[in-house]
């Protein structure tokens, strides 16, 4: 059984920065490890996506330049550090894993794509 968990959210004022992480447990070949995002009355949105071996990152137009997703595969996690938050960055962030191959790492950037998801942690960003 994998299981994912999620730490780091908190409140912090537009303009300011927090880190992410993401604990994954259990046996399982992980492929992609990737965040998403969910606001009130909103559909889950893809945020970043980091493939395992390689490095490969990608992220969503929205956040590019502010956002960094990194892994530390010693210690089975995977951060995602938010620079430069603005209030539409406010949303409960999960992680998610992969287990399967597509063609590309820009291919993961749909909610199906994913096998295990975190809780997720709330992140509020005030104006």
């Known amino acids: 059984q994998v299981q994912l968990v999620e730490s780091g959210g908190g409140l912090v004022q537009a303009g300011g920065s927090l880190r992410l992480s993401c604990a994954a447990s259990g046996r399982t070949s992980s492929i992609v490890m990737g965040w998403f995002r969910q606001a009130p009355g909103k559909e889950r949105e893809f945020v970043a996506a980091?493939?395992?071996?390689?490095?490969?990152?990608h992220y969503i137009d929205s956040v590019k330049g502010r956002f960094t997703i990194s892994r530390d595969n010693a210690k089975n996690t995977v951060s995602l550090q938010m620079n430069s938050l603005k209030p539409e960055d406010t949303a409960v962030y999960h992680c998610?894993?992969?287990?399967?191959?597509?063609?590309?790492?820009?291919?993961?950037?749909?909610?199906?794509?994913?096998?295990?998801w975190g809780q997720g942690t709330q992140v509020t960003v005030s104006s």
């Open positions: 980091l493939s395992w071996n390689g490095g490969s990152t």
């Open positions: 998610a894993l992969s287990t399967r191959y597509y063609n590309g790492i820009s291919a993961y950037t749909g909610t199906d794509k994913y096998d295990y």
